[in-house]
């Protein structure tokens, strides 16, 4: 008898994002308090929307390369 394979259907069904920022980098920066487990998905998107906001506006000037300007 062939064995046959158990399909993981519920594990796939969402994918968790990657972060951007470093966690530890995040926590090394900081100097004085704690750093709280939600503030590293806040930051991330936080700088998403930076990225997103600065592509724009790259694009919005006829250019394919993001400078510092466009933050």
């Known amino acids: 008898?062939?064995?046959k394979k158990k399909k993981k259907k519920a594990a796939r069904k969402s994918k968790p994002v990657e972060?951007?920022?470093s966690?530890?980098?995040t926590k090394g920066a900081v100097k004085k308090c704690n750093v709280g487990s939600e503030f590293?998905?806040?930051l991330d998107a936080a700088?998403?929307?930076l990225i997103k906001d600065a592509?724009?506006?790259a694009v919005g000037?006829?250019?394919k390369t993001l400078k510092a300007v466009d933050l």
Request: proline share 0%; hydrophobic share 50%; aromatic share 4%.
């Open 1 to 3: 008898m062939a064995a």
């Open 19 to 21: 972060l951007i920022i």
């Open 23 to 25: 966690k530890a980098r």
């Open 40 to 42: 590293y998905g806040a």
């Open 47 to 49: 700088v998403r929307d």
């Open 55 to 57: 592509e724009a506006r």
């Open 61 to 63: 000037n006829k250019r």
